[in-house]
């Protein structure tokens, strides 16, 4: 079975803190993918990675980075936290199918977020 | 970019009433997916369709593809409790990552 775990179920910050959300995966999956979820707006793109230290913009990359240093790993960064960032954060990896990014993907429990 | 509509954004039904969504894309796809979120819990992946009319079954879960590749459908036949939770649609077209639609939350009433 296709794990994938995230660092924390909830989370509360400041304004301006930097924040670091992590995720793991144990299947030797190339793909991974955080996603934010908001009510009515389904599940948006932050960013993805095809490989170990490869990156790609998702849909909303604006105040997001990410890290992916060991192919099992992915962090998204807040750099400086703001209110309108509060929401859910889902974490996502997938096998590399033919290439394309576009193959089953598993998701971790997420993880809400709040910025005070 | 590319966009995937989702309708309706909610749905409640009385329990053994059909329930279908519907999902639309502004291009032409290479696959489709469909993933069942509960209440509190995270996507859980469904069933994929590549083929052009394609039409698959899942006990009471019918999935089609549309023929030009740029919609597709779940329906839900005699709705039980244990259906209830978002149903997302999620595209795939060349080297773009999935694009998830808006989802559409379902209630059943017992």
């Known amino acids: 079975d296709v794990k994938v775990t995230q660092s924390s179920r909830y989370l509360v910050k400041r304004t301006g803190e930097k924040v670091f959300l992590e995720c793991v995966q144990d299947?030797?999956?190339?793909?991974m993918f955080w996603y934010r979820q908001d009510p009515g707006l389904g599940l948006r793109l932050i960013y993805f990675?095809?490989?170990?230290?490869?990156?790609e913009k998702g849909d909303i990359p604006e105040g997001y980075s990410v890290s992916r240093e060991k192919k099992e790993r992915f962090s998204l960064i807040l750099e400086s936290a703001s209110t309108n960032q509060t929401s859910m954060y889902l974490c996502?990896?997938?096998?590399?199918?033919?290439?394309?990014?576009?193959?089953?993907?598993?998701f971790g429990p997420g993880t809400r977020l709040t910025v005070l | 970019g590319q966009q995937v509509m989702q309708i309706p954004q909610y749905q409640h039904v009385q329990e053994g009433e059909d329930f279908t969504t519907y999902c639309n894309s502004s291009?032409?796809?290479?696959?489709i997916q469909w993933y069942k979120q509960r209440p509190g819990g995270h996507p859980v992946f469904l069933i994929q369709?590549?083929?052009?009319?394609e039409v698959k079954k899942q006990k009471r879960l019918t999935f089609q593809f549309g023929e030009a590749k740029k919609n597709s459908s779940l329906h839900i036949t005699a709705t039980q409790t244990t259906d209830v939770g978002t149903y997302f649609c999620?595209?795939?077209?060349?080297?773009?990552?999935?694009?998830f639609g808006s989802g559409t939350r379902l209630q059943v009433q017992p």
């Open positions: 996502a990896s997938s096998l590399r199918n033919r290439g394309l990014p576009t193959d089953t993907q598993y």
């Open positions: 299947m030797d999956h190339e793909n």
């Open positions: 990675s095809y490989d170990v230290k490869m990156k």
């Open positions: 291009t032409t796809l290479s696959n």
């Open positions: 369709l590549v083929k052009s009319g």
């Open positions: 999620a595209g795939g077209a060349g080297r773009r990552a999935l694009t």
